[in-house]
Every structure is written in C-alpha cells, then in structure tokens.
C-alpha cells in the first residue's frame, strides 16, 4: 500500500506537470529523453527535464528545447549523489568526486576546529566544482585545547588532523572542567558559525573522552538542533563493542532529543546495527547509519586500535594480512610497522577487516545512506586541474564509491532505485529534517528542486579505482549538473564552479552554556552541596 501511495504520488506529480505547457525560450538546459528516476515519490518514466536558474521546472513527455541540451537517451537521470563523509575537500576532491557522480560533499567525522569553520567556507566560495559542507570537529576541538594547537592550517578542516595527530593529548587526555568546557564553547562556536553538525572520532579518543564528555559534546548540537556524526567509541573492534559503541551515540541522542549518524557500521556486527537503527526510524527519530562497499577501511598509522595491544593482542590480527601500506602496496610486518610509526605516524593506511562478499549485502540495507570516508592523496592541494597520474596512491573509495555501488547493482541485482536512494535521497531527507535548507532542496527529481543531477548510463556507469592505483576517476557519466551547471559532459570535468555552501545561517550568539557542578545538582537532585562530588568534563562519576 506504501508503495501504491508513491507510486500514485509520481502520477499524480507528472499530470500536473503536463498540464503546464512550456516555451522554448524558457529552458536554460535540457536533458532530453532520459529515465528520470525520483527517490522520494518513486516517479520512474521515460521523461524530459527543463532546468532555469538552478532549479527544476518541468518534467514532462512533451519535446523541450533549451539554450542548452543534454541527451539523455539510454541513461538514467537522477539527482546529484551526496556524501556526508568525503575528508578529500580540495579542488582536485571536487574533481575526481564529480567524476563519480557526487555533487553534494560533506565532511561529518573529522570536520573544521569551531573558530575556522566560516574561513573554511569562505576559502570554497566561488572555486568549487560541487556543494560543500563541513561540521565542527571534536577532535580538533580538544587538539585546540589540550595541545594548543594554533595556525592558519586549522582552515584546511579534516586535512589538518595529519598536523594535528603528531601530538597525543587530543586524544590521551582526561580534561579538567575548564579544560572540557573549553572543548565545548569551540564546538559552539563552529555551530554558531553555520556548521550543519558535529563531527566526532571518539573512537581515535577513547583512551581521553569520558562517556560523561561525549554526552555534553551531542548536548553542544542538540542546542541547535543539528546531528553529531561518530566514529563510534569501539571501532574497529568486536561485534559486541562495534554496537556497544553505536549504542552510546545513540542513546545519548535518544536522551537529548537530538539526531545522530552512525558513521560507517560496516564493521563487525552490522546487522545489529542495523536494525536497531531502523527500529528507532520506524519509532521516528532522526538517527541513521552509513556504510561504504568496501571490505577494506583507511586510517593513520598511529590509530589507537592499530597499535599492538589493541589489533594483535587483543582482536587477535595479523599486521602481515590486514594492513597495507597504499605506497608500497606490501603489508606490513610487526617490524615494519614500529619503524614506519615512528618515522611517519600519521601516514594514511588501508585496513582489511571485513568479508568481501559482504560489500554488495550493505548496499541492499534498508535506509542506509552511501559515504566513501574518502582520504586525499598527496598533493593534498594544487590547481583542480593537476594530471591525476601526479597524484599518490590512497584508498580506491576515495575514486570509486559510486561507481562500485553502482557495477555491485548490476552484478547483483540490486533495484536502481534502491541505489539512487542510498546514494542520493537518504542523506538528503535526513538532512533537511534537521532544518537544513539546502538538503530539503536536493536529492530529488521534482519541479522546484535544485537541479544537481546526475546522467549516467547504467550498463556502463563504473569503478576503475583499485587498491593499487586509489585515486582513478570512474567512468561512464554523461553529464553532472551542480545548480543548474553543466560541470561534466561525457567523463570530462569542466572549469565550470557552481558549488554552493551546505550549512545552516550563521547566528549572531552563541549558545554555549558551560558545565559545572552547580547547574547539575540543582538540576538533577534534590539539594546535593556543591563539594558533595566533582564533576570534571568527564565526570569521575
């Protein structure tokens, strides 16, 4: 019955489009005789699509003629893919990620330090090949903090963490109060300055974030509203401390009222995750999970849960078959790790840890949004036009994620619309729940919707990336549309900037309000003396 809604929902949409006739003059792009494929209303016909001034104004059966055209015969015509977890936010990430389909990219774990987020979007204004957005980070919160860190290199956003990471309090050390209250006023300020949420690796951090100073930083964002995306306490980790630690951001959420984004749960434990998260959708929270179809992930060398005691001794892994060095394309050995650690302990690496067969099962989940946690290769930044075989090596979702997800449909019989849902729709919805204007126009194929759309031919349409050579762009696009733009045409990007910010109005206060033990025992017990406990930004409680 659900579906017959939908259905009779796109029907009822196309006759009131029909109804309205066009001018030829009236178009500033078509695209021509395409399968328009909307996720939202399930519309899914043969149909043409007339965009002006960014925005969708017709789909219709009737001929359309425009300043210009794009023939969509044999393609599918959906919206811009979007990805809420894309660390690569450089010209040349743009690039290769509208390669691959992606017109919205957002960075919701590693994120920008709270009093660089506007300079951040101020540094993509006008020389962005897509949309771009940027939470506030946690991490560099406490690396701010607690290792005062400082420099004009806090404004590369996630990039800065290969700086900051070369020092350990940010994520070794149990602040004081003022110290924690300290960390939460920088998180404030980046979501005063328009962040669409918080962006949190407190699973690099476990050693130094209380659950008590994990719970304050998701109460920073349920202030205004906005999601905190984790990286969960437990990962990589078993698949009873995968979940505990998705259990933690998540009944902190349920707490606050605040929605949440289990970050990649294509770990260990997955379907767990899984349905507890849909469970708590049908219920009717804001909460949902990513995942990436890859059986391998990518971090630093110096991650917590890589050194020693954690990934041999106790989760029982061997260097020799699981880590692998992108530069060499060799494992690593006991050996070759320490010397590598402590030469470089911020080199990225790829980490094999799950079944490959299970890649293709992620993508049939339902309501699950697809993000690639996508690390840039070095140059990390230069001109958007630098010859891709002067890039170094990285992990091939950083290239690839949508053109995976894509040939894995194929090979697998995964519904298209299904596809487009977790690559587009999803993240979109969630989004625009959060208030967030710019994701309620987008992911949509619809009149009055802004027109990121992608054409794409889908016998052909993917992934040359590969473990050894990471940063090889898919092929198979027709033409990628960013606000109305025509950025690519047939595999070729073009030096049209038409990227617009993803984030929320900046506000003129802030709405930090500190810690202390005061405000808590009046609140939550019935006359406790101020000296009766401590209350540091994790709790000793």
Not at 9 to 29: H, K, N, R
Request: hydrophobic share 40%; proline share 6%.
């Amino acid at each position: 019955m659900k579906k017959q809604r939908h259905l009779l929902a796109g029907t009822l949409l196309m006759s009131v489009i029909c109804a309205v006739p066009a001018l030829a003059q009236d178009y500033d792009l078509v695209i021509n005789n395409g399968r328009v494929m909307d996720p939202e209303t399930l519309y899914d016909d043969i149909a043409n699509v007339g965009i002006k001034d960014g925005r969708i104004v017709a789909i219709t059966k009737d001929a359309l003629t425009g300043a210009e055209t794009v023939d969509a015969t044999g393609h599918i015509v959906a919206p811009g893919f979007i990805d809420t977890h894309f660390h690569w936010q450089t010209p040349i990430g743009y690039r290769v990620g509208l390669r691959d389909g992606l017109t919205s990219s957002m960075d919701f774990e590693a994120g920008c330090a709270g009093s660089y987020v506007a300079a951040w979007y101020e540094a993509r204004a006008g020389v962005s090949h897509a949309n771009y957005g940027c939470a506030v980070s946690h991490e560099l919160a406490r690396a701010v903090v607690l290792d005062g860190a400082e420099g004009d290199f806090l404004v590369n956003g996630p990039i800065a963490a290969l700086e900051t990471r070369k020092k350990s309090g940010w994520s070794v050390t149990r602040p004081t109060l003022e110290q924690g209250n300290a960390i939460l006023e920088e998180i404030d300020k980046g979501l005063q300055a328009g962040a669409p949420g918080i962006g949190s690796t407190v699973g690099y951090m476990r050693e130094g974030v209380s659950s008590r100073e994990m719970f304050e930083v998701q109460k920073v964002g349920a202030r205004y509203g906005r999601p905190t995306g984790a990286h969960t306490r437990y990962t990589l980790g078993t698949d009873t401390t995968e979940n505990n630690g998705a259990q933690e951001l998540v009944a902190n959420a349920l707490a606050l009222g605040a929605p949440a984004i289990v970050l990649h749960f294509n770990n260990p434990g997955w379907r767990l995750a899984q349905q507890m998260i849909v469970g708590l959708q049908e219920q009717g929270h804001n909460i949902w999970g990513e995942i990436y179809p890859y059986a391998a992930g990518s971090t630093t060398l110096n991650a917590s849960f890589l050194q020693p005691d954690s990934w041999v001794e106790q989760l029982g892994n061997r260097y020799e078959d699981t880590v692998l060095d992108p530069v060499t394309n060799e494992y690593y050995t006991l050996e070759t790790f320490k010397t590598d650690m402590a030469a470089n302990p911020t080199k990225p690496i790829v980490v094999f840890k799950m079944p490959a067969e299970d890649a293709p099962k992620w993508l049939t989940l339902k309501g699950v949004t697809v993000a690639s946690d996508a690390l840039p290769p070095e140059p990390y930044f230069g001109p958007w036009d630098i010859p891709l075989d002067q890039l170094g090596n990285t992990h091939p979702r950083a290239a690839g994620t949508r053109g995976i997800t894509i040939r894995f449909g194929r090979e697998h019989n995964i519904p298209m619309m299904q596809l487009i849902s977790i690559l587009s729709y999803n993240a979109a919805k969630h989004l625009g729940d959060t208030g967030l204007k710019a994701m309620q126009e987008r992911g949509r194929i619809q009149t009055g919707m802004v027109a990121d759309i992608v054409v794409f031919d889908p016998e052909t349409f993917t992934d040359n990336s590969t473990y050894e050579k990471g940063a090889v762009p898919s092929t198979g696009m027709k033409a990628v549309i960013v606000n109305g733009q025509v950025a690519l045409r047939d595999d070729k990007v073009l030096p049209v900037f038409a990227g617009q910010p993803i984030r929320f109005d900046p506000e003129d206060t802030p709405r930090f309000v500190p810690v202390s033990v005061e405000a808590w025992n009046a609140e939550f017990s019935t006359g406790m003396p101020s000296d009766f406990t401590a209350l540091p930004a994790d709790g000793g409680n």
